[in-house]
């Protein structure tokens, strides 16, 4: 993509007269109401050390003027440039008119509620030295104080970190997601994010698996672990997502099919034959199934409300995949 069309606009900082050659890394930021979220973004990537190669955030408001494109527009202190699309398109749609309009030799995405440490963009670009690679950075995930958080979200965030760690160097594709880049040679060979990805989820695994499949190294580099303000801070909205994320599964499995995934079903265990027959109840009600769990676990002690949260949150993924066509609540 290049100058402006009649579908979005391009801002880029006027006060940036040095040639596109001078930067090393672009920073692709798509955002979706991100008004109270960009701030802290913008801070950190101010405070960025002395070190740090030259740079530009690219900014997609991904259709909703919640005040964001006038936020990063009047952003001073480093070179930035918004994309505005005019409706929603979803993220898929923002990262690929951000990734199109980079001008940097690196390609960080970054969501817009992560909180980038001060030595962020140099580890990015530093991990493609001497060649090449797929670059991950782990999410912290920082959590508001609900019951969820305390019975069920922060211990899912540590095991899920631990695991991501010991897992083999050939399947830690699976961990892209929202703190990665890749050289742009790389992009020019994978090419874009697919469409295909509507709702939630698996939009990532995808690219990251494509990574993998063209030959290019996938890498965890621990140091790149980043704060993250999770916006899945109920079981409400944890459930959701599980259910969106289980049907995009399919997507993926069509598009790949000698890719070899655990059971999307768990197999038969006494908990597992829990999590089967509890999908079929919640079916199309994971959102009212997820509220009304959240009303009561501050009732329950701390044992028994993870396990209720797990079992909605794996029996939302169930009958999502069970029927893809029918994961259609709103999170």
């Not at 962020?120 to 670009?125: G, M, R, S, W």
């Not at 019951?147 to 010991?166: H, K, L, N, S």
Request: hydrophobic share 45%.
């Amino acid at each position: 993509m290049s100058g402006e069309s009649r579908h979005e606009r391009i801002r880029q900082d006027a006060a940036d007269t040095q040639p596109p050659e001078d930067v090393v890394a672009s920073v692709v930021v798509p955002t979706f109401r991100g008004i109270d979220r960009l701030p802290a973004l913008m801070d950190a990537f101010a405070v960025q050390g002395p070190d740090s190669p030259a740079f530009e955030v690219v900014v997609v408001v991904d259709g909703v003027d919640d005040g964001s494109p006038a936020l990063v527009e009047a952003e001073d202190r480093f070179r930035t440039r918004t994309i505005v699309f005019p409706e929603n398109r979803g993220r898929v749609a923002a990262l690929n008119a951000g990734l199109a309009a980079a001008r940097g030799e690196i390609l960080i995405r970054c969501d817009d509620d992560l909180v980038p440490g001060p030595d962020y963009i140099a580890e990015h670009v530093a991990a493609h030295s001497p060649s090449p690679r797929a670059v991950i950075g782990l999410y912290r995930n920082e959590y508001a104080r609900t019951r969820y958080a305390e019975v069920y979200g922060q211990d899912a965030d540590r095991r899920f970190r631990a695991g991501a760690y010991e897992a083999p160097v050939e399947l830690r594709w699976r961990y892209w997601a929202g703190n990665c880049s890749v050289h742009r040679s790389a992009y020019e060979t994978v090419g874009e994010y697919d469409p295909a990805y509507r709702l939630y989820g698996w939009e990532d695994v995808d690219y990251g698996y494509r990574l993998h499949r063209a030959g290019f190294e996938v890498m965890l580099v621990p140091s790149l672990e980043t704060p993250h303000r999770v916006a899945a801070v109920t079981a409400r909205s944890r459930a959701v997502r599980a259910k969106h994320a289980a049907a995009a599964r399919r997507i993926f499995e069509a598009k790949h099919p000698e890719c070899q995934l655990p059971p999307a079903i768990p197999p038969a265990s006494a908990w597992n034959l829990l999590v089967r027959g509890a999908a079929p109840l919640i079916g199309s009600r994971a959102e009212a199934a997820g509220a009304f769990v959240d009303r009561i676990i501050p009732r329950l002690p701390a044992a028994v409300g993870r396990k209720l949260v797990a079992l909605l949150v794996e029996a939302s993924a169930v009958a999502g995949y069970r029927r893809p066509d029918a994961a259609s609540d709103v999170f």
